[in-house]
């Protein structure tokens, strides 16, 4: 086992990690786990969802002391690369950059650290995916699809420009993708007639799983068009639920929101909607 010692900056490492553990109660975290593990060893569903119910308040609680934990051991290290290596692998990537706004932000925030910090692969790492951001940021211009659909015909996501749309990236290995079906055909259903669509696009990659994965998409019946599995290429993120709508012949992104709850979300608006169902 290599191991690294005399370092200042892994000084630095080990003593987080050691908090780490005592404010998250790592030890309390790991019997849960092992009740957890023990009933899916058993195939006893009913305990495993028992015992997930009665321990979530216990990772909440861990997360929001270690996310404490990391802003202050981040802001006590701005000037050196551990700082910027702390942010960038547990504050950067659960930020949300949804907006212009929140992009713009970020940059100057980062500009606070120091110039040590400035020299490490992190910022240049950040900056790039700052980039891609700026390109799916409600308001910015679509970026295109392109591909073909389950019968193999030609699809791109520009097809569409003028209706309201939204973009359902999805798995046919994803629970929570099948799951949320009945919530987006409801959606369907409710502004049939309104210019309203949903564009399913399956980030199937394996051959095996093509077969199934369009069956899923016979099965569900969602979107009139789907891009088939594997079939399909772009720069939108996966998993980002888009919402679309032409507008001075530019297609622009509204973010939705994963609630099964709320039939037609939206972060924010800047053209008419289709009457809500629910008003």
Known sequence: VWEVSGSVLNNKYRDFLKACAVVRNDRLLDSLDALFFTARDREDREEM???KEESMPYYEQAQMAEDQLVRQTVDGNMENPFGIYLYYSKLFGRK?????ENIGAEREYQKNFGPEAQQTPYIALMNAQLDRYAGCAIGAVAPEITGRDTLGNPIKLS???GKYVIVDFWDSYCHWCREETPWLRKALEAFKGKNF????????????????????IRNHGIAARSFGPGLWSGSLQKKKKLRLKESSNETHIYKTIRNPDIIYPVVRLDCPLPISPRS
């Open 49 to 51: 969802a028992r015992i």
């Open 96 to 100: 949300d950059f949804s907006t212009k």
């Open 159 to 161: 097809d569409f420009r």
């Open 197 to 216: 669509t949903i564009l399913g696009v399956s980030d199937d990659r394996k051959k095996e799983l093509e077969g199934y994965a369009l069956a899923e």
